[in-house]
Nanobody, 116 residues
Framework: QVQVVESGGGLVQPGGSLRLSCAASGFTFSNYAVRWYRQAPGKGREPVAY????????NYAKDVKGRFTISRDNAKNTVYLQMNSLKFEDTAVYYC?????????WGQGTQVTVSS
């Protein structure tokens, strides 16, 4: 069955960096676009970054553009989110998402906490 599993979250100081990973299985990964979302405490889930199936198109939320980079390795069925210059407001649970034939698949999320 379709699975996406996030990892790489943790506690980091403001200005620091983290790289999140999302390992996918159960489908032909290279055929589908992938997205990262996040959900901060008390807020709704919001899109962070998007990458097309072949990696030629990317899109970022305004408040992470220039600091976050999405990438993928189709040979490893993995998508990454490199997060640099982290801010307090980046604290959230980060989720990987893939939509297959109109159905959304989500991982369990990975917690990112930016704190001094």
């Amino acid at each position: 069955q379709v699975q996406v599993v996030e990892s790489g979250g943790g506690l980091v100081q403001p200005g620091g960096s983290l790289r999140l990973s999302c390992a996918a299985s159960g489908f032909t990964f290279s055929n589908y676009a992938v997205r990262w979302y996040r959900q901060a405490p008390g807020k709704g889930r919001e899109p962070v970054a998007y990458m097309s199936s072949m990696g030629d198109v990317t899109n970022y939320a305004k408040d992470v553009k220039g600091r976050f980079t999405i990438s993928r390795d189709n040979a490893k069925n993995t998508v990454y989110l490199q997060m640099n210059s982290l801010k307090f407001e980046d604290t959230a649970v980060y989720y990987c998402n893939v939509m297959i034939r109109g159905h959304d698949f989500w991982g369990q999320g990975t917690q990112v906490t930016v704190s001094s």
